[in-house]
């Protein structure tokens, strides 16, 4: 099952247009995605088949996201004043819990993959792309496998956005959930509670997650934020 969410967090209810014109291939592929939104949005997606459920929850409603939000320090600054506001980063760390939610909600469910609801913007060919998500929702995977751009080791600083994980689209198997939620509660906990750190991208968490603790759960794979994110998944598939 897919995971993934909208929320209008810039306040700007005249980009819908935009966005939904990335959504409307994979929202009409089939492909069973759980969507969460606000309450005040379920009526946007009355147009999509029943394989989109459609989960109407306020934004405050998730831990997570309150966590960062709680934030009082400087977000980092190496980022896009515009678009990197403290909504955002809030978020985007809240993407685990959004998993962790939908596992409760399908609990007979064996996997969930997180896939960016706009993430057929950056798709060459969306066409080959949905037919790779739709060979994914019927392959068995052991391990988290995600896609990114860096090779493990980079230097990291919650300043800057680290690359070691694209961000737009994961695979975790059902067994791994719960864990990861909450490797991921406690670092954002630490980056917005402790002086040295701050509120930052949640790649950047990811990457904490895995150099500390869940390295050897993960199979990496080469992506840029392109076609790339999902069809290169072929290159850990076979051994998954």
């Given at each position: 099952?897919?995971?993934?969410?909208?929320y209008?967090?810039?306040?700007?209810?005249?980009?819908?247009?935009e966005?939904?014109?990335?959504?409307?291939?994979?929202?009409?592929?089939?492909?069973?995605?759980?969507?969460?939104?606000?309450?005040?949005?379920?009526?946007?997606?009355?147009k999509?088949?029943?394989?989109?459920?459609?989960?109407?929850?306020?934004?405050?409603?998730f831990?997570?996201y309150?966590m960062?939000?709680?934030?009082?320090g400087?977000?980092?600054g190496?980022?896009?004043?515009?678009?990197?506001?403290?909504?955002?980063?809030s978020?985007?760390?809240?993407?685990?819990?959004?998993?962790?939610?939908?596992?409760?909600?399908?609990?007979?469910?064996?996997?969930?993959?997180?896939?960016d609801f706009?993430?057929?913007?950056?798709?060459?060919?969306?066409?080959?792309?949905?037919?790779?998500?739709r060979?994914?929702?019927?392959?068995?995977?052991?391990?988290?496998?995600i896609?990114?751009?860096?090779?493990?080791?980079?230097?990291?600083?919650?300043?800057?956005i680290?690359?070691?994980?694209?961000?737009?689209?994961?695979?975790m198997?059902?067994?791994?959930v719960?864990?990861?939620?909450?490797?991921?509660?406690?670092?954002l906990?630490?980056?917005c509670?402790m002086?040295?750190?701050?509120l930052?991208?949640?790649?950047?968490?990811?990457?904490?997650?895995?150099?500390?603790?869940e390295?050897?759960n993960?199979?990496?794979?080469?992506?840029?934020?392109?076609?790339?994110?999902?069809m290169?998944?072929d290159?850990?598939?076979?051994?998954?």
């Amino acid at each position: 099952m897919f995971v993934s969410c909208y929320y209008d967090i810039y306040q700007k209810p005249e980009r819908a247009k935009e966005y939904f014109a990335w959504f409307d291939e994979l929202g009409k592929s089939g492909l069973p995605i759980v969507l969460f939104t606000d309450p005040a949005q379920t009526h946007l997606f009355e147009k999509f088949p029943i394989t989109v459920h459609t989960v109407g929850v306020p934004l405050h409603d998730f831990e997570l996201y309150r966590m960062g939000m709680s934030f009082q320090g400087e977000l980092p600054g190496n980022r896009t004043v515009e678009k990197d506001t403290k909504e955002f980063f809030s978020l985007m760390n809240t993407k685990m819990e959004f998993v962790k939610k939908a596992k409760d909600l399908f609990p007979d469910v064996l996997k969930f993959m997180w896939i960016d609801f706009g993430i057929l913007k950056i798709a060459k060919n969306r066409d080959r792309c949905i037919k790779k998500l739709r060979q994914i929702q019927e392959t068995t995977f052991k391990k988290v496998t995600i896609p990114g751009c860096w090779a493990y080791g980079r230097s990291f600083s919650v300043n800057a956005i680290h690359w070691r994980f694209c961000g737009g689209f994961f695979v975790m198997p059902v067994q791994h959930v719960d864990r990861f939620f909450e490797h991921s509660k406690g670092v954002l906990r630490d980056f917005c509670t402790m002086p040295q750190y701050r509120l930052t991208w949640e790649t950047n968490v990811w990457t904490v997650i895995e150099t500390c603790a869940e390295k050897e759960n993960i199979d990496w794979y080469f992506a840029d934020h392109n076609d790339t994110m999902i069809m290169n998944i072929d290159l850990v598939e076979k051994t998954a």
